[in-house]
């Protein structure tokens, strides 16, 4: 079993650590990335980050993601709430799926509360800030029956 996680993150999420940051928080999408490695690597998995603001390469990433990916963990940002194409790609490469969102959605503008991805994914975590993708790695980790790695000097 390949074990890597293909991290996407969607239109905007680039912008981590200056857009809105009593919305998003503080910290940059670099960061972001680095803690679900740090996390994965807990459990022996790896994380492949793609980010992008054009749809078309989001799903291209997903359907690569069938080669050499277990699974994915995916903030689509703008698109949760528009794309049937990205919740068509999810369904389509089969691979378990959590849905990450910084902000509570659900205390937000009337149009963020609908996900199109929602009904296709494992799980979907809202509102826990950045925290939200390591719960979504360590619920990943769980699915695809990932052990924690013993600690080093353990014996």
Do not use: K, W
Not at 19 to 38: I, K, Q, W
Not at 57 to 78: F, S, T, Y
């Amino acid at each position: 079993m390949t074990r890597r996680i293909l991290l996407v993150n969607g239109p905007n999420l680039n912008l981590l650590g200056t857009r809105e940051p009593e919305v998003y928080g503080t910290d940059t999408l670099a960061e972001v990335e680095s803690l679900a490695a740090r996390v994965a690597a807990e459990f022996s998995l790896e994380v492949r980050a793609v980010q992008s603001n054009h749809e078309g390469e989001l799903i291209d990433a997903i359907h690569a993601a069938r080669e050499d990916c277990a699974a994915i963990i995916i903030n689509p940002g703008a698109f949760t709430h528009t794309s049937i194409a990205i919740r068509d790609a999810i369904s389509g490469v089969e691979l378990p799926t959590a849905e990450v969102h910084i902000s509570n959605v659900h205390a937000r503008e009337e149009f963020r509360q609908h996900s199109y991805l929602s009904g296709v994914a494992a799980c979907v975590i809202v509102g826990c800030g950045v925290q939200g993708y390591e719960f979504a790695v360590r619920r990943i980790a769980a699915l695809l029956g990932a052990s924690p790695a013993p600690a080093a000097g353990r014996a």
